[in-house]
T-cell receptor, first 114, second 115 residues
Framework: GAVVSQHPSWVICKSGTSVKIECRSL??????MFWYRQFPKQSLMLMAT?????????EQGVEKDKFLINHASLTLSTLTVTSAHPEDSSFYIC??????????FGEGSWLTVV | AQSVAQPEDQVNVAEGNPLTVKCTYS??????LFWYVQYPNRGLQFLLK??????LVKGSYGFEAEFNKSQTSFHLKKPSALVSDSALYFC?????????????FGTGTRLKVLA
């Protein structure tokens, strides 16, 4: 089946630094990828839609300058959390639109900002 | 606005018994509905989807879901629960009004299968 890979699975960074999370579609091309954030024991919150070759579309309330999204190829989208703060600590999940328009999710990335 | 509701935060069921995880939706037009499962510290895994056709949809791991248009429901079911089915289950609807493949998720239902 379609596989979406996220890297890293776990990352710890210091306040004020930036951290990049990668999302790759391994066996299919994805013109559209999505980035979600999940707080403990809560549902997924869509942050932005990443479109290959164009600017990402951000959901209301999500800071574009803080959460930079780049979809440079048909198999890779990156989320960069800039000037991270402890409140940015969360579980980030990406997804990609695959065959038959089914959405496949990555394994998620735990970000801890200390 | 498109929305999905999962009325139960947690469902407990004994191993071997049938299980049902409830989901209701509110959409304009015909819905595209999905079920995903999430194991601890993992991403979401696709279980099944309803786009059109037969109201009873069969998916992975023996799960199935019944689309009921009159009740605007898409409940997830399994005839015989396994302890390994214990996980967090999300119902989702594709936000067709936005013209994108943006999904709207319910708040999730934690299924606990007791041995």
């Amino acid at each position: 089946g379609a596989v979406v890979s996220q890297h890293p699975s776990w990352v710890i960074c210091k306040s004020g630094t930036s951290v990049k999370i990668e999302c790759r579609s391994l066996d299919f091309q994805a013109t559209t990828m999505f980035w979600y954030r999940q707080f403990p024991k809560q549902s997924l919150m869509l942050m932005a839609t990443s479109n290959e070759g164009s600017k990402a579309t951000y959901e209301q309330g999500v800071e574009k300058d803080k959460f930079l999204i780049n979809h440079a190829s048909l198999t890779l989208s990156t989320l960069t959390v800039t000037s991270a703060h402890p409140e940015d600590s969360s579980f980030y999940i990406c997804s990609a639109r695959g065959r038959e328009n089914t959405i496949y999710f990555g394994e998620g990335s735990w970000l801890t900002v200390v | 606005a498109q929305s999905v509701a999962q009325p139960e935060d947690q469902v407990n069921v004994a191993e071997g018994n049938p299980l049902t995880v409830k989901c209701t939706y509110s959409v304009s037009g015909n819905p595209y509905l999905f079920w995903y499962v999430q194991y601890p510290n993992r991403g979401l895994q696709f279980l099944l989807k309803y786009i059109t056709g037969d109201n009873l949809v069969k998916g992975s791991y023996g799960f199935e879901a019944e689309f009921n248009k009159s009740q605007t429901s898409f409940h997830l079911k399994k005839p015989s629960a396994l302890v390994s089915d214990s996980a967090l289950y999300f119902c989702a609807v594709r936000d067709r009004a936005s013209g994108t493949y943006k999904y709207i998720f319910g708040t999730g239902t934690r299924l606990k299968v007791l041995a």
